[in-house]
């Protein structure tokens, strides 16, 4: 039982290139998100998507964009990486209506 | 602005003591209250949960106390133990035409020691 899982774990790219980061969940979530984590700003919400084939954009969502093409997979795309996208990066799935996350474990990003 | 707010960035307690972290929210739609926990190189854990129509919820060591009237959430872990020790995130949610918005505290580093 995977729960949330996400790829890579750990990711170092140079200012300028792209990358996506993967999210694969098994708990049959309609909802999913991708938050990031910085020191002293808590989880703030980048995207989201409320069922597959929708999404829509959170509180920071300015150099990324998104694609649930299915239920189980919600991707997380930078197109052109900057220093301020170092960070490390939560997807998760909610269980309905009750705010409850179930996050993966997290991809660490550094931008140089 | 911050809707979620803790104060405190961290907490030493001695263990087998009562650790009690603290949370106030500004917004007044939120109807759910949770708390999250979260080990180093770890996504983040729920922990417990209580709806904004009570005003307690317990789980074993773990209780929540909400008081509507001063916007302030509570979580309070007796008795603490050394594994206790984590970053706790406070979060609160509500309907947000369509999906549920979940914002989140900036965290506070909760230490136990033995």
């Known amino acids: 039982n995977a729960g949330v899982t996400q790829t890579p774990k750990f990711q170092v790219l140079k200012t300028g290139q792209s990358m996506t980061l993967q999210c694969a969940q098994d708990m049959n979530h309609n909802s999913m998100y991708w938050y990031r984590q910085d020191p002293g700003m808590g989880l703030r919400l980048i995207y989201y998507s409320a069922s597959e084939g929708t999404t829509d954009k959170g509180e920071v969502p300015n150099g990324y964009n998104v694609s649930r093409l299915n239920k189980r997979e919600f991707s997380l795309r930078l197109e052109s990486a900057a220093p301020s996208q170092t960070s490390v990066y939560f997807c998760?799935?909610?269980?309905?209506?009750?705010?409850?996350?179930?996050f993966g474990e997290g991809s660490r990003l550094t931008v140089l | 602005d911050q809707q979620v707010k803790q104060n405190s960035p961290s907490l030493s307690v001695q263990e087998g003591r009562i650790s009690i972290l603290n949370c106030d929210y500004t917004n007044s739609m939120f109807d759910y209250f949770l708390w999250y926990k979260k080990y180093p190189a770890e996504g983040p854990t729920f922990l417990i949960s209580?709806?904004?129509?009570?005003d307690k919820n317990e789980d074993g060591r773990f209780t929540v106390f909400l008081n509507k009237s001063a916007k302030h959430l509570s979580l309070h872990i007796v008795p603490s133990q050394p594994g206790d020790s984590a970053v706790y995130f406070c979060?609160?949610?509500?309907?947000?035409?369509?999906?549920?918005?979940?914002?989140f505290g900036t965290g506070t580093k909760l230490q136990v020691i033995p």
């Open positions: 209580i709806s904004s129509i009570k």
């Open positions: 979060a609160a949610s509500f309907d947000s035409g369509g999906y549920q918005k979940v914002t």
């Open positions: 998760a799935g909610m269980v309905e209506w009750t705010g409850e996350l179930f």
